[in-house]
């Protein structure tokens, strides 16, 4: 064999064995319905529902193994609307996650655009994550356990599973020259997986929550004198120094059912510090609890229902605003990657919450997730649609 012979021979060999180490994945979700609603800002609605039970996506992640344990990883992942076609997150091109980072035998550090710790350690026993998406979340994804609001600029670890034992921080820098506190983020969170039982708990800690996470998916000049959050259940909170949760979660598997709860604590800390606000100083507290069943009636029909309830606190003596929220779903599935699904969804609000301004007191309206809020206290909304996952 001559040397030309041995020389191509090693390239292909050695181009084999990169290959094999390193793995590049696409994947996604196509989603789409219609969707009924019995009072969209004093209207009925039938439409188009793109995302009904999941959001849609597609993403890309990649792993290369780099010796001795150690993996360089990425993944880049857009959200889009399959009615319209246009980039979700305000039209951010990977604005679901964009990041990159190593892993090893002690877990793994990355870099990017991502999910908190109440996400990652408690998001997954909220209903909304199984059944219905957006229109399940609690009202107006209050606590972000149904992911609307992602993180820039943020350093993250996530342990390896130590006998169903997990745990993982994240700090996002504010990025502002001489205040090193204004618009950071940092969350921790920790996880227990045995048997039948699931626990999780987090805590989410905001700065300058306006700009730095109800502000960060919006394309254009984001605004920091008016509240960037888009549901009235809080937008008259969004002039708050702080934004803080504490979550827990658990779920427990009994024979084919699946019973799940969640807890909240949710904080607006110091208003009127980003800008201006007659109840400057002042903050207010949301609670909110879910409780959910999930049951495989067969291995292609599941089942789901939820109760939801959200509570805030007294605005200047008035009656404090709470949201009665329950839910039914069905999904069947015609394969192990498409399925069939019909949700319904029913919102009772009462009380009062600060106007979207921040400047005055109105009467608490309902106002399920992804959808223009009622005119009047109640609100329904059926999903109907079909999923298939790539």
Known sequence: MNNGIRIAAAMAVLSGVAHAQSQVTLYGIVDNGLTYVSNSGGSRLVGMASGGMQAARWGMR?????????????????GYDLNTGKFGQGGLEFGR????????????VLLGRQYDSVIDYVGRFAFSNTFGASINAHPGDIDNFNSSNRINNAVKFQSADYAGFSMGGLYSLGGIAGNSGR?????????????????GVGYLNVRNPNVSFFGNSTTGTVSSTTSNIASPVYAGFGSANTYQVVAAGASYEVGDATLGATY??????NLGAAYASPFAGQSQTFNNGEVSLI?????ALLLGASYNYTRGTSVNGKPAAQYHQGAMGIDYFLSKRTDLYLVGVYQHASGVTLSSSGTGVVAAVASIGGLTASSNQNQVALRAGIRTKF
């Open 264 to 269: 909240s604590n949710i904080r607006f800390i």
């Open 62 to 78: 990649g792993v290369e193994d780099l010796g001795g344990g150690l993996k360089a990883t990425f993944r880049l992942e857009n």
């Open 295 to 299: 049951y495989r009636l067969n291995p």
């Open 183 to 199: 618009n950071q983020i940092y969350s921790v969170g920790a996880a227990y997986a045995r048997g039948p039982l699931n626990v």
């Open 97 to 108: 996650q964009a990041n990159v980072g190593l892993s090893g035998r002690y877990g793994a």
